[in-house]
């Protein structure tokens, strides 16, 4: 699956996307992921990448021109690509947008917004708009890192297990996992469930689905 990154901040990328099961992915080839620099875009000896909004107002928007034109590089490496916009007035990203995504492993271009927002006329060139929460960030980098970390690790080969990504939280869009241990049985007074330690397989799933959280819980 190939993933470019529009962004004025590639290196606010390496220490996340290429450690753990990003990296692996890469290693794989089972991911390609690429930044394209939106200053690389910008107008004139000063690379300038934003402007003030008409009508007035506080902060610098990103201008039109260099958004268009790092889209349009980007498509021309990956014509089939879906563009995707990160911004807190999208669409609220679901496990199931990422299952989606996972399964048709369609290439995304993944344009980080920053400053106070962006021309409105970029939304032209975009096929979805997307939040990952009802809180606003500086910019749409940490949003592209929490949406692409979500898709890979389903990309069948991707997790070790292969049946970890669907056994744990939202896999069927209702529950969250249920609580885990490990060794030791004990540790400072706290006792693994005995339950777990049964071997009864039908009690211990049952333990399971009972301490399962409900996802809607707020
Ligand atoms: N940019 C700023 N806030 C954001 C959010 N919550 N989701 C996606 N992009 C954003």
Redesign the pocket.
Known sequence: MKIQIITLFPEMFPGIMDASMLWKAQEQKLLDISYVNLRDFGLGNRKTVDDTPYGGGDGMLLKPEPLFAAVRFAKEQDPDANVML???R?ARWKQASAQKAADTQTGLIIIC?RYEGYDERITSLVDMQ???????????EL?AMVVTDSIVRLIPGVLGGENSAAIESFSDGRTLEFPQYTRPEEFEGMKVPEVLLSGNHAAIEKWRTENSQQADKN
């Open positions: 990160m911004t807190a999208g917004g997307v939040s990952i929460g009802d809180y606003v960030l500086t910019g749409g949003p």
